[in-house]
């Protein structure tokens, strides 16, 4: 551990796509500045952003004026010519979004009208023919064509976007660094981390899973809370991998505060089906198991948690039946797949995804970036924050220009 004082102008907290975005965006505009990103695991995008399904999301979900709406679709555009620019693995692949019910065409079109007004190119109401054109085995009464959707390697994103920090500036990635307190001074805050500690004149946070505890520590106040959801993965067999192209969901419910399960084809090779969403017991928790009393005890000492479970405890108890049975998870598949058998799926990996609730057990469903003094806190960004992190970047940067009156030299 180092007891040396490292001075920058700016420390990003967060090594996540957001956070990694917003520094890279910040020193765009401010090319002379030194800044340091802190990250507490020993590599770039280890949560959320690591344990994505590494869709390209188009916008066409997202309520037209708000912060998703304008930044997925930006940002989509911009981080597909990032991943040409810098040889990121991705694909334009497209996607369908299938109806199965009658009762789902009427927030099918609402969807449909929403990517419309978001200004969401290359959509288009497909019949059930077309949809077999595209994805054979699955079964529809009509759905949507989303062909500026993709899939890319995020982890990937986030690796380039540290190495042009580290060698188009002054600025410096730190791993195995996590931030523990912050005392302030009057023209710097310091930040004791288990490596030293850092000190700058301006503080960003982007801590995703984290995000509400560090924007606390920092001084932030906040109603809100962040809530875990793990979501469990199917991977497709090879039998199985033959039943699927590209991308399909399912129209969502939207008595839910989720898309459903899914099938994903992925970057580098293989498809995907999931996720369920299930509240988890520990925030950085990868499986099904996995405790900890410490976010246990806060989870369930916020009243907003309650609240929330009281909203949609029968979908949680669906999800839950989902988590532990492979033929319940199955059946589910069914229902875009239905000659789908279980030699077809095999149990895969795990992601946990950030919720921030408000205390009337409200999920906050839009981006939330809030200053406090010489801070910036990033305290939501729920999917599509990975699609539209260079957009996000750059609405960090210009909150970080107006509220820190950043200058160039």
Same mark, same amino acid.
Request: aromatic content about 14%; proline content about 5%.
């Given at each position: 551990m180092s007891t040396e004082k490292q001075h920058f102008d700016v420390i990003v907290v967060g090594g996540g796509c957001v956070g990694l975005?917003?520094?890279?965006?910040?020193?765009?505009r401010h090319p002379h500045l030194k800044i340091a990103l802190l990250e507490k695991e020993d590599r770039l995008s280890p949560h959320q952003t690591g344990h994505n399904s590494g869709v390209i999301?188009?916008?066409?979900?997202?309520? %037209?004026?708000?912060?998703?709406?304008?930044?997925?679709?930006e940002g989509r555009r911009e981080l597909v010519q990032f991943a040409k620019d810098h040889k990121i693995a991705h694909d334009i692949c497209g996607k369908i979004i299938a109806a199965t019910d009658e009762s789902e065409l009427p927030h099918m079109h609402k969807v449909f009208a929403n990517?419309?007004?978001?200004?969401?190119?290359?959509?288009?109401?497909?019949?059930? !023919?077309?949809?077999k054109e595209i994805e054979p085995y699955c079964e529809s009464i009509g759905g949507i064509w989303v062909g500026?959707?993709?899939?890319?390697? #995020?982890?990937?994103? *986030?690796? $380039?976007?540290g190495e042009l920090?580290?060698?188009?500036?002054?600025? !410096?990635?730190?791993?195995?660094?996590?931030?523990?307190?912050?005392?302030?001074?009057?023209d710097r805050t310091e930040i004791i981390t288990n490596r030293g500690t850092f000190s700058a004149k301006h503080i960003v946070t982007c801590a995703g899973l984290q995000s509400d505890r560090i924007a606390k520590k920092e001084g932030q106040k906040s109603d809100a809370a962040i809530v875990g959801f793990r979501g469990d993965y199917y991977d497709l067999t090879? $039998?199985?991998?033959? !039943?699927?192209?590209?991308?399909?969901?399912?129209?969502?419910? %939207?008595?839910? %505060?989720?898309?459903g399960v899914h099938f994903t084809r992925m970057i580098h090779g293989g498809v995907e089906c999931g996720p369920n969403a299930v509240f988890v017991f520990k925030r950085e928790g990868y499986s099904k198991t996995?405790?900890?009393?410490?976010?246990? @005890?806060?989870? #369930? *000492?916020?009243?907003?948690?309650?609240?929330? #479970?009281? $909203?949609?405890?029968?979908?949680?108890?669906?999800?839950?039946?989902?988590? #532990?049975?492979?033929?319940?998870f199955l059946k589910r598949l069914h229902k875009l797949i239905p000659t789908l058998e279980s030699d077809d799926i095999v149990a895969s990996r795990?992601?946990?995804?950030?919720?921030?609730?408000? %205390?009337?057990?409200?999920?906050?469903?839009?981006? !939330?970036?809030?200053?406090?003094?010489?801070?910036?806190?990033?305290?939501?960004?729920?999917?599509? @924050?990975?699609?539209?992190?260079?957009?996000?970047?750059?609405a960090i940067e210009e909150m970080a220009t107006e509220k820190f009156g950043l200058v160039n030299v």
């Open positions: 975005a917003a520094a890279y965006k910040i020193n765009l999301h188009s916008g066409i979900y997202y309520k %037209p004026g708000s912060w998703k709406a304008k930044n997925c679709v990517g419309q007004a978001n200004g969401v190119e290359d959509i288009e109401l497909i019949d059930s !023919k077309r949809i500026c959707t993709g899939i890319i390697d #995020f982890p990937g994103v *986030t690796v $380039k976007l920090l580290e060698n188009q500036f002054q600025s !410096k990635v730190f791993l195995n660094t996590e931030a523990k307190n912050f005392v302030h001074h009057q090879e $039998k199985g991998r033959s !039943k699927v192209r590209n991308l399909i969901y399912p129209v969502p419910n %939207p008595q839910f %505060p989720f898309l996995a405790f900890s009393f410490k976010d246990t @005890a806060e989870a #369930f *000492t916020f009243g907003g948690t309650w609240k929330f #479970f009281g $909203k949609h405890w029968r979908f949680g108890l669906d999800e839950y039946r989902g988590a #532990f049975s492979k033929n319940y795990c992601g946990v995804r950030a919720m921030a609730l408000g %205390p009337e057990g409200s999920m906050i469903d839009d981006f !939330k970036i809030e200053a406090n003094g010489n801070a910036i806190h990033v305290l939501n960004a729920p999917s599509p @924050a990975a699609t539209a992190c260079l957009s996000i970047g750059t």
